[in-house]
């Protein structure tokens, strides 16, 4: 496997533009259509209030896990907008489906921005009518809302001798905290995969990628993660039993990690970079929750905006969890600097970790002494320029 410069896997193609959903002339409408109908999977926000595209999407991928093309406009969430909300989405996937003569069941629909207003149907059909098909690769930088950079990544890996590209591209920045995989992501491959398969896939790699995140501990009502393989690569059809099927996980994964990397890293306001690596967990479950308990506090958070070494922060949040800790056997490092090893406080020039913790990319240890499983996550620290962003979020 090997990282590439953006594109778009062999048979799909992309279109972005301005459509009035954003002020000025920002692009805020996008597609993603492949050549053929593709494998679909998908997974999506776990919170009550799942905007009108969420369900309408996850309806349609699970009829047959087949798509066609994807359509997403930011600067409207078409969120909490009842029972006109879908009929809105629905709309969307009628007029798409129209203008590529295809099903609109292979339509799928997303939305991010502003929760509770409905969708200007007269916006989206004008963006819709100037949308064209080209290798142009805008679409990253239409789906962003409060992001300072759009988030991609492209890989190329071998399968059956035919070269095969995974390309992904997400939106994120705040009300960012997973309970799937938070924010928008899109994946698409040019492998032939089983649309079983794919959904296995999708489902079981978000754990350890988009579900290890965390901004602001907000989970977002839109958010959801789509993959879609057309098999325009040429490749035999990857299942579980495929010889290569490890090569193509990799990449997958690769993505995806990638991805929900750049998410936190661009979280709102934010000055650092933070990761969280736990060791030594009697189970998976533990190890994912530790790491993401830390990276999510907002004390740590405030912490290391301040460069402030109170460590006594990390053990606030590991004991605050329901994890087995070997409690004489606990270890924590941050930025490097052991400060606990055998749950004993060690000898630490503070003034030498304080300016450690000057670092835009902050690493934070821990070893729970009770096992053998692992977990990272990713985060970022809390700064006043967070505040400022969501308290005039809609001027």
Known sequence: MKVIDFKWPNGFKSGAVHAGFKAGDQLDLSWLVSDTISAAAGVYTKNQFQAAPVQVTKHTINLVHQLKAIIINSGN????????GITNAHREAELVGKKLNVDPKLIGVASTGIIGKQLDMTTFTDGLDQLTLSDSIDAPEA???TDTTSKKVCVET????????????????????????TTLGFIATDAAVDKDTLQQLLSAKIVNSFNQITVDGCMSTNDM?????NGAAGNQTITASHPEYAQFVDAFTYVLTSLAKMVAKDGEGSSKFVEVDVHHAANQADANHVARAIVGSNLIKAMLFGE????GRVVQALGQTDAQINLTGLAISIAGVQIIKNSQL???NMDALRKL???DHILIEVDLGSGDFSGVAWGCDLTYKYVEINAAYEE
Do not use: E, R, Y
Request: net charge negative; charged share 10%; aromatic share 6%.
């Open 143 to 145: 789906i962003i809302t």
């Open 77 to 84: 969430a078409n969120s909490f907008t009842g029972d006109q």
């Open 346 to 348: 060690q000898p630490v």
């Open 225 to 229: 993660v789509l993959t879609m393989a």
């Open 357 to 359: 913790l000057g670092q």
């Open 158 to 181: 071998q399968i059956d001798g035919h070269p095969v590209t995974v390309t992904g591209f997400a939106k994120g920045s705040g009300m960012i905290h997973p309970n799937m995989g």
């Open 308 to 311: 402030d070494a109170n460590w």
